[in-house]
């Protein structure tokens, strides 16, 4: 018996002419009379009647406690007998004569006698009549009815006197104290061991404060479990993360009990994890110079301590200390280094460790293999990772779904998708655990080498699994399918998710319309839009502004604003992309005027319009010819300090430049400049159309030569006009130059190109050289069109030759391209000659 753990009871002053120790004196508010007259008496009480009362008071608690013992001591137990004691005993009274006489009862009578005294007889029992029945069967070895007692009596299951309902196991806590003085000190600490360990165990739901205030009650009187107990009250605060508490419990047990290597090392682990390693450290030497020896866990602890705080030189220290010390490493020390090796990515290094460790004949087990093989291939060396995964092999540690799943993100990292692919069929086929990140790391690395259609399938399986692929790897496959042109495919993967209650979400959804109103399936966009309406699927104004847009471009505009009321039914309100939208497809379909109310319209919603609004409506104005309105639109724009952009310079260069306003145009060029705004390709043959429309063909041909000093090649665009500018002035020797110059630049003419020169040569009567360009254009693969069939034959029948017109037109007959009416009606005119010739000879 360690008698250092006691310390003398303070005596406690109930009233001030009566000082008796707490262990002899229960005082509870339900006193019966005769008990607290007892205790309420003085000596100088001298009564005549009183002092009768107590005479016969005494004889009756004396036949009380002679039928108290002899029910208790005759088992078995009689419920009739029981119930007839306990009608003229109060809890006070029991307790007392318990109290008294239970050293020589039999513990399992005694809890029978309980048992029967509160179910049928409903008594309620002091806390100190409980907990004297607590220490009595410990005190038998009766372990599990006395942890099941206490275990109801602490949860208020027992007919108890509790002073109050909070807090109960600090009553208990104080009566066993009370009890503890003068009794069994062994029977004392085996009572605080089981009540500190269900504090921990079974009563986690109040958090660790119940064996918290038990420790301090206890502590504050000089009492403490078992090292044992205290040792496991320690660590079961470090293990759920209450380190100021256990910080709090280590430094009273310090200096309360004496200390062993097990409470030192949980309290070394226990600073470590909060961050604390000087204090760590610090106790570790105290603990040395204290004469406890560390042990492998102790290093473990400080080690893991350092390397936490990535202080590999100091965890590399101490490791050689304990072999200095005479204490070999374990798998976990090497463990703990090789994991923060690989956190630091010193690679080369844990690869010594590890060649260490198997020197030293220790086995690394799975767990230290797989971290080496996750390191390796998050540094992206799966070769490195591959030869520790067969080294692993060879000692007889078998590879398992945890290194399969490093392998395949190492595989990935590297971009081997068919390996990665390979790896994770076989771990599909072997049963083994695929996490999701593995499905995600395959389906991404299959995406981004253009193979769509094995990532579906590989979806298909996680959805088969009830796992979700994330967000943006479901839209990274959609977008992916609907550029093969499986958009199906797309459609389906989506339905798919939506019955398996993964539903994809909105930026998914949104890509998907995207997609498919980009490939001109607006009906199945629409459909789409109606399937996520229907299944609570959350839709944004960008779902509608899609579509909308879509609809505009095929020309559909009555739909477009269809599709706008619909979207504000859903309570999604227009905003001004879809107003943007909307004044793009009025303006291209001529509507300016319509263009204009709505763009009122937009205003006075308050919504703030862009540049793509002003783009929109610009665009219209020159589509209608109304270029200075479109002008000073574009002033009104700089005036709300809005800047134009590249799309909307060019927008007015094209209509003042297709206007013959070339002045206009370039003054227009000249401010984009000024603005750090470079013009393009689209800027210079918008420019070189209008310069060759009104003949400042020159100009156009220097505008070529400076869009190369300028490093803006010029385009097929670009070269057309300014060939149909010479063709137009019949300097066909300088469109034969420009078409020359074409090729030099490997700019290949196209349908139009061909067409402007062989116009030039019919309208020039060069009918031979428009043929022989023909016969290249044809030769070359650009199929001519009607227009290019009429400006030939128009070219035949104006030199007169009828021969080659016809026979131009037989080819025409084979082709399905229909001529113009006039080209058309030439030659029935000629035909009708030819007859009416045929007929007067």
């Keep these: 018996m360690d008698v250092r753990r006691l310390k003398i009871p303070k005596t406690i002053t109930i009233f001030s002419h009566i000082k008796r120790p707490l262990t002899c004196v229960i005082y509870t508010t339900s006193s019966s009379d005769s008990f607290s007259e007892q205790i309420n008496q003085t000596p100088s009480t001298k009564n005549p009647k009183r002092i009768a009362e107590r005479k016969n008071q005494k004889g009756f608690d004396l036949n009380l406690r002679k039928w108290v013992v002899s029910v208790l001591s005759n088992p078995p137990l ?6 007839d004691l306990m009608t003229l005993l109060s809890p006070e009274q029991f307790d007392l004569i318990f109290l008294e006489i239970h050293g020589n009862l039999k513990a399992l009578t005694v809890l029978k006698f309980f048992h029967v005294a509160s179910g049928s007889c409903g008594f309620k029992f002091s ?9 009595l069967l410990v005190a038998s070895n009766h372990d599990v009815p006395a942890r099941l007692l206490l275990i109801r009596l602490i949860d208020g299951k027992l007919p108890a006197l509790f002073d109050g309902k909070e807090k109960r196991y600090v009553e208990i806590a104080v009566c066993l104290a009370e009890l503890s003085v003068g009794s069994d000190f062994v029977v004392a600490v085996r009572t605080f061991d089981v009540l500190v360990h269900l504090c921990c165990t079974q009563f986690k739901n109040v958090g660790f404060d119940a064996v918290l205030d038990v420790f301090r009650l206890l502590a504050s009187r000089g009492l403490y479990p078992s090292l044992r107990t205290c040792n496991f009250l320690l660590s079961s605060l470090v293990k759920e993360n209450e380190l100021w508490k256990s910080y709090e419990v280590f430094g009273v047990l310090k200096d309360g009990v004496k200390p062993d290597v097990y409470l030192f090392s949980t309290a070394i682990n226990a600073f470590c994890k909060g961050g604390k390693v000087d204090e760590a450290r610090e106790l570790f030497r105290k603990m040395e110079k204290m004469g406890i020896v560390p042990n492998v866990v102790t290093y473990n602890n400080l080690i893991h301590g350092f390397c936490k705080n990535c202080n590999l030189e100091d965890a590399f220290l101490l490791k050689e200390e304990m072999i200095l010390n005479g204490v ?40 230290l293999y797989n971290t080496i093989i996750d390191g390796h291939c998050s540094a ?20 398992n779904s945890v290194t399969c799943n490093s392998l395949i993100k190492g595989f990935c990292k590297v971009n081997q998708a068919s390996q990665a692919e390979e790896l994770l069929e076989e771990m599909l086929l072997h049963g083994l655990s695929v996490n999701p990140g593995s499905f995600s790391n395959v389906i991404l690395v299959l995406c981004t080498n253009s193979r769509f259609v094995a990532a579906l399938q590989l979806v298909k399986e996680m959805v088969l699994r009830r796992l979700r692929p994330n967000d943006g790897l479901l839209t990274t496959l959609i977008s992916g399918l609907c550029k093969e042109g499986k958009h199906s495919e797309a459609v389906e993967l989506w339905h798919m998710l939506l019955m398996k209650g993964l539903t994809a979400n909105t930026v998914t959804s949104n890509a998907l319309i995207h997609r498919l109103c980009e490939a001109g399936k607006i009906q199945e966009a629409v459909w789409l839009l109606k399937a996520m309406l229907e299944s609570n699927v959350q839709i944004d104004s960008m779902t509608y502004n899609t579509l909308i847009s879509a609809v505009c471009k095929e020309g559909n505009l009555d739909g477009a604003f269809m599709l706008r009321e619909e979207m504000v039914k859903q309570g999604i309100a227009a905003d001004v992309s879809t ?3 909307l004044l793009h497809g009025l303006g291209e379909k001529g509507k300016i005027d319509e263009a204009l109310l709505l763009w009122h319209e937009c205003r006075s919603k308050g919504l703030v319009c862009d540049i793509y609004t002003y783009g929109a409506l610009i665009n219209g104005l020159c589509k209608a010819g109304k270029l200075e309105k479109g002008r000073d639109l574009f002033h009104e724009m700089l005036r709300h300090g809005l800047a134009p952009n590249l799309i909307i310079y060019n927008t007015l260069i094209g209509a003042f430049g297709k206007n013959g306003n070339v002045k206009e145009a370039l003054k227009l060029r000249d401010d984009m400049r000024s603005r750090g705004i470079l013009p393009n390709v689209v800027t210079y043959s918008s420019l070189i159309h209008g310069m060759s429309n009104i003949g400042l063909i020159e100009d156009a041909e220097n505008l070529i030569d400076g869009m190369h000093t300028e490093g803006v090649p010029p385009d097929v665009v670009c070269y057309t006009a300014l060939i149909r500018g010479y063709c137009k002035s019949g300097q066909m020797d300088k469109a034969r130059s420009i078409l020359q110059e074409m090729s030099s630049h490997n ?12 116009d030039g040569y019919c309208q020039a009567g060069k009918v031979k050289e428009a043929k022989e360009y023909f016969a290249e254009m044809v030769q070359k693969g650009n199929i001519p069109d009607s227009v290019t069939y009429n400006v030939l034959t128009k070219g035949f029948l104006k030199e007169g030759e009828t021969e080659e017109a016809f026979s131009l037109l037989d080819h025409i007959s084979h082709t399905g391209v229909g001529l113009d009416e006039v080209t058309y009606t030439s030659l029935v005119n000629l035909l009708l000659q030819r007859s009416a010739s045929a007929n007067q000879e």
């Design 78 to 83: 009689d419920s009739l007998k029981i119930k």
């Design 127 to 135: 806390v100190r009549s409980y907990c004297v029945l607590f220490r």
């Design 328 to 367: 070999n490493p374990s798998i976990f020390t090497y463990s703990i280094l090789i994991n923060c090796l690989m956190k630091l990515e010193k690679l080369d290094e844990a690869d010594c460790v590890l060649k260490e460790m198997s020197n030293k004949g220790l086995v690394p087990n799975e767990v």
């Design 380 to 399: 992206g060396d799966i070769q490195k990772a591959l030869k520790v995964r067969d080294e692993m092999r060879t000692k007889g540690v078998l590879p």
């Design 579 to 581: 107003y943007n939208v």
């Design 747 to 758: 700019i290949q003419p196209n349908k139009i190109t061909y067409t402007t020169i062989i």
